[in-house]
Nanobody, 125 residues
Framework: QVQLVESGGGLVQAGGSLRLSCTASGRTFSQYGIGWFRQAPGKERELVAAISWSGPSTHYADSVKGRFAISRDNARMTVYLQMNSLKPEDTAVYYC??????????????????WGQGTQVTVSS
């Protein structure tokens, strides 16, 4: 079993940066792919970025390519989402999620087993 806790959200001006962290508990963390999702008010949850358990495979939403970067440190049981050049439309609650199958993170989010509680990111114009 994996428990996930997000941190690093906050209020930032457009053009600024934030780094989100997703810290896990559970001895099998390194066997899980991790995804960052976001949900804005009145909108559906969307995948922002995902990384496979070993790190070589990553996926980004088109809207964040070139601005966001996902990375992981299995020794620290933490996955990071570096967000640069933030825009007001990036405002949302950001969640991290874990699943053994990278494809599930990318294509079948309703089947994801483990979710964090979310952290708010607000980008002011």
């Amino acid at each position: 079993q994996v428990q996930l806790v997000e941190s690093g959200g906050g209020l930032v001006q457009a053009g600024g940066s934030l780094r989100l962290s997703c810290t896990a508990s559970g001895r099998t963390f390194s066997q899980y792919g991790i995804g960052w999702f976001r949900q804005a008010p009145g909108k559906e949850r969307e995948l922002v970025a995902a990384i496979s358990w070993s790190g070589p495979s990553t996926h980004y939403a088109d809207s964040v390519k070139g601005r966001f970067a996902i990375s992981r440190d299995n020794a620290r049981m933490t996955v990071y989402l570096q967000m640069n050049s933030l825009k007001p439309e990036d405002t949302a609650v950001y969640y991290c999620a874990a699943d053994r199958a990278f494809g599930v993170l990318r294509d079948y989010p309703r089947a994801i087993r483990y979710w964090g509680q979310g952290t708010q990111v607000t980008v002011s114009s």
